[in-house]
């Protein structure tokens, strides 16, 4: 009897912003697999199960063992921070059952339980940025050529889109952020709000409100677990917050007193 | 004494995937405030409270009401579907705060509960649409001038961005969904896959996969509650799900045979 197959956002990474649909399957489920990061984060909810922690860059081994075991019969959740099907394991999930001439209508039981992924927890504590369109890229180049890249951001820039950046650095891949910064600079002011977000919901939570001009000062709180929002032609800083208008203050004429 | 107020995604409809937070802030509520069908659709969770509801077209009478009853005492839960920091209530709370001289600090105490978004939700039920870089867009031309969102929709077409249109139309508002249409037939292939995704979560949820080409073919698909997701270049259709390889094919040569 074949099992299921959970691919699972457990959010931001306080159980508080959870989903009750993630907490549920991850009790249903008998085996756990993930990046060890993330399985320690859900570690008080998987107790007596069976466990399989992995690095980080074994994601095809990951996806691939998950779905062997659910074959088997097991009932697996492949935990993620965040959500999974934002550059997440979903895309690989489906990519390796595709390829192996799965059926979705009757083959093996595969749900996506999506989270809170970092757009959604890293706008929640910043103030309102994402009242407007945006636009999200990943400064990762392992697997996407960094000219697509810098052709996305140019666009987004072009378009006067708010743009939350995920993978912004990491030890090695410090260039992008800064080239992505000076490409900004061509479209937008000096004084556009930033801000940089690491550990979003987490104990380690540090939250940095800045502006292109400055950003570069901040380099430190980048990393890993760090998302970067920076504002459109009409963000503007209130106090600590970054508030993008969602055009109601002209049409509704918020203000009491004129300007 | 003033009281505080929570600014709540309760998600896409289902309690399933509301976070624990939300619940645990609506039940420490309370007054529940609400556009009448985000009410509904916590109706059990708010028995015994003072319940304010509102049509939709009310939301700056809505948001000062919160805040009056906030500073009146009152705990206060403004509910609201999805992710109250994406195109939500959010903004138009700050920005009214801001205008009357709160102090984020020592204040009224003020907290957004992030959610679960219609890019979040609707992407998890259509295959693995979003493992690149996404553009959200909203087609409502209430707020945002028109031309504006044009130049929006052409900038993420020209950056190859997968696309999530948030507010695609409503009874009165149709020819946006098509000129967008139009537009990206200009950068991308007629083959082009697109979800139309209905009541994401919610008893009434329909689901279409098509393309660019004929899309326009489902547009009794569309209204409120109805959230579009296309492909860019690299997006497949496999079966009845839409893939977004995240690059791991290249890199790590998942197939097995010579294609």
Redesign the interface.
Known sequence: MEGKLYIV?V?PGS???????A??VIEESDTIVGYDTYVSLVEDLIKGKEIHRYAMTQ??ERAKQCIDLAREGRIVSLVSSG?P????M???????L??SGW???NGLYVE??????A???C???V????????????MSD???PWD??V??V???A????VIVIYNPASKKRIHQLQDTRKLLLKYRKPTTPVAIIKGAYRDSQTIVMTDLENMEKYSDQLGMISTVIIGNSSTYN????M???????S??N???TPA
């Open positions: 956002g959010g159980h508080d912003h959870m989903t009750f649909r907490k549920q994601e095809v959500d099907g934002i550059y997440g979903a895309g690989l999930i489906y990519e390796i595709a390829e059926e979705p209508d996506i339980v999506p989270g809170v992924s757009l959604n927890s706008a929640s504590l103030g309102s940025p994402l009242m407007t369109d945006f636009a999200v890229v990943s392992l697997l996407v697509i890249i052709k996305r140019e666009a987004a072009q378009g006067d889109y209130f106090k600590n917050l508030i993008n208008p969602r055009g109601y203050t049409k509704y918020l203000e009491s």
